[in-house]
C-alpha cells in the first residue's frame, strides 16, 4: 500500500455571543470564554473549554458547570484565578495553565500566550488573562493585544471594549498581520456603530476583515 500525506482536517468556528467562539473538528469540539453575554448553553457540547480570564463576560460559572455537568469527561484548562473558582466542585477536570504552556485537547493543539489584561484604567490593578492559539491557526487573545511570536491565520479580534480604543484595534491587527480577523467582544457594539467599525478596520487594518451573527459559522 502506497502512503499517502494526510490533509489537516478541516476547522469550523462558530461565533457565540461576545467574546465566545466554538470550535470544532472531527467531531469534537472545543469552546473558548462561555461568559456571562453568552448563550446559556454556549458550553454544553464541549470536550474542552478554554477560559481567558475571570471577568464575567468571559468566565460564567453557572455556563461552566453546565457544560461540565453535561459530559462528565469534558474538561477546563485556565489560569489560577478562574480554576480555584471551580477545581473543588470537578476535582481532576479543571486545569491552571500559564504564558509559554502548550498542550493537546479534544485532537486540538493549544499555545498560551500573554500574561495580563489589557489596561482600563491607571488606577485600576491589572488582573491576569492569557490567550490562546489553537491549531497554530486561531488565536483567541481574552482582553488584551497580545502578539503572539509565530504568524496568526485567524485573528479573534476584540473590536469594542472599555479598554480600547479603535486606533488600538486597527493597530493590533496590523501588528498581527492574519490573513483574516472575525470580531469578537462585541455585544455592546450597537447596531448604529457597527457600521462606522465596519468600514474604520476594513479601510485600514490591511486584512481581511469579517463579522458573524451569533451562530453562524465558517471554516477557518
Known amino acids: 500500500m502506497n502512503a499517502q500525506n494526510s490533509e489537516p482536517s478541516a476547522l469550523t468556528l462558530t461565533k457565540k455571543s461576545h467574546s465566545c467562539v466554538r470550535l470544532e473538528k472531527d467531531g469534537r469540539t472545543l469552546v473558548i470564554d462561555p461568559g456571562g453575554f453568552s448563550e446559556q448553553d454556549a458550553a454544553i457540547g464541549a470536550e474542552a473549554i478554554l477560559v481567558t480570564h475571570e471577568h464575567p463576560d468571559h468566565f460564567n460559572e453557572e455556563r461552566l458547570r453546565a457544560g461540565l455537568e453535561a459530559?462528565?469527561?469534558?474538561?477546563?484548562?485556565t489560569l489560577r484565578s478562574v480554576a480555584e473558582k471551580l477545581?473543588?466542585?470537578?476535582?481532576?477536570?479543571?486545569?491552571?495553565?500559564?504564558?509559554?504552556?502548550?498542550?493537546?485537547v479534544a485532537g486540538f493543539d493549544i499555545q498560551v500566550h500573554g500574561e495580563l489584561h489589557a489596561v482600563i484604567h491607571p488606577d485600576l490593578p491589572r488582573i491576569t488573562n492569557v490567550g490562546y492559539l489553537v491549531d497554530g491557526s486561531v488565536f483567541h487573545p481574552g482582553d488584551a493585544l497580545t502578539v503572539p511570536e509565530q504568524p496568526v491565520d485567524t485573528l479573534l479580534l476584540p473590536v469594542m471594549a472599555p479598554w480600547s480604543k479603535v486606533s488600538e484595534v486597527v493597530d493590533y491587527l496590523r501588528e498581527v498581520k492574519p490573513r483574516r480577523a472575525i470580531d469578537i467582544h462585541d455585544a455592546l457594539l450597537t447596531d448604529l456603530a457597527r457600521p462606522i467599525y465596519d468600514t474604520t478596520i476594513g479601510n485600514l487594518a490591511g486584512a481581511g476583515h469579517a463579522r458573524l451573527a451569533p451562530g453562524e459559522s465558517t471554516g477557518v
Not at 459530559?71 to 484548562?77: M, N
Open 87 to 104: 477545581a473543588a466542585a470537578f476535582p481532576g477536570r479543571v486545569h491552571t495553565i500559564g504564558h509559554g504552556d502548550t498542550f493537546s
Open 71 to 77: 459530559d462528565p469527561a469534558a474538561e477546563i484548562w
